[in-house]
């Protein structure tokens, strides 16, 4: 927000949102800023999909929320592959 650059590019480009919270900002914001939602990820179904798995913190991941944030990360690039983004 305010940043007009980054409003350009959101608005120019298809946007993945990653929300970490049930308030999904990041999905909002990109929808204030005019962008184009391609996927949207909200890790409260991820924990909810993988009750095995009960990270402590959320400011510092433990094995397991370790583990929930490279499920996240796969997740994502997939949709980066289908969408038919490059990835390094």
Do not use: W, Y
Not at 50 to 76: S, W, Y
């Amino acid at each position: 927000m305010g940043d007009e650059e980054a409003t350009r590019q959101v608005r120019e480009s298809r946007c993945i949102a990653v929300d970490g919270c049930p308030l999904e900002c990041a999905r909002k914001n990109i929808e204030i800023a005019g962008g184009k939602i391609a996927a949207h990820f909200r890790v409260m179904d991820l924990l909810r999909e993988n009750k095995g798995l009960k990270p402590r913190q959320v400011t510092f991941l433990d094995e397991d929320g370790l583990r929930l944030a490279e499920m996240l990360a796969e997740e994502i690039a997939a949709k980066v592959d289908e969408l038919g983004g490059e990835r390094p």
